[in-house]
């Protein structure tokens, strides 16, 4: 694989679905930065409480004029702040029972409570029902559309593949 198309990584999917997991490993073998958008997103130490959306998009367009970085999230209406400026667009599209489990498996995160913690849940499992930027008719739009370097990854087979593809592995 070319590493030319590895300067400016946008990972997105599902909650559960791996972005973070893929993001850790890839900034490990290409030596970039990972942004993580839930943390741009969130007021730091709270549960569910977002920051403004005009900051957030500032941040992510701020974060995107670097010359290399990995950014991940499940956040469309983002992901359009940072595309134009990405080299290579990854999906994490694994089935939704699977990012269901990965998300119990996990447990909450980032001060969550019982209540958000169902609520990240519920959310994980409407994937496909939403109608926000962040669900899979919104992620598949902005997949169809990149003009660059793609990957769609719907097993961990193909995660597998694709690290190795980067010069990394699984166990990295």
Same mark, same amino acid.
């Given at each position: ?12 999917? &599902? ?8 993001a850790?490993?890839?900034? %490990? ?27 957030? @998009? ?7 004029? &670097? ?7 499940v ?6 702040? @940072? ?18 489990? &990965?998300?119990?498996? %996990? ?6 409570? &019982? ?19 962040s669900?899979?008719? @919104?992620?598949?739009?902005l ?8 990957a769609?990854?719907?097993s ?5 593949k694709y ?8 166990q990295?």
């Open positions: 694989m070319e590493r030319a198309h590895l300067e400016r990584i946008f990972i997105f999917g &599902n909650s559960g679905s791996g972005k973070s997991w893929l850790e490993r890839l900034a %490990r073998v290409l030596a970039k930065p990972v942004h993580g958008l839930d943390a741009m997103r969130w007021k730091q130490g709270t549960s569910g409480v977002p920051r403004d959306n005009v900051d957030v @998009a500032k941040d992510v367009d701020l974060i995107s004029r &670097n010359p290399s970085w990995i950014m991940e999230g956040y469309g209406w983002l992901a359009q702040v @940072a595309l134009p400026r990405a080299t290579c667009l990854i999906w994490t599209d694994l089935p939704v029972e699977e990012c269901v489990a &990965n998300v119990r498996a %996990r447990g909450r995160q980032g001060g969550e409570d &019982n209540e958000g913690f169902v609520r990240t849940l519920s959310w994980t499992e409407h994937y496909f029902t939403r109608t926000n930027s669900c899979y008719l @919104a992620h598949e739009r997949f169809d559309s990149f003009q660059s370097r793609r769609r990854l719907s961990r087979k193909d995660f597998a690290l190795a593809e980067s010069g990394g592995s699984a990295d």
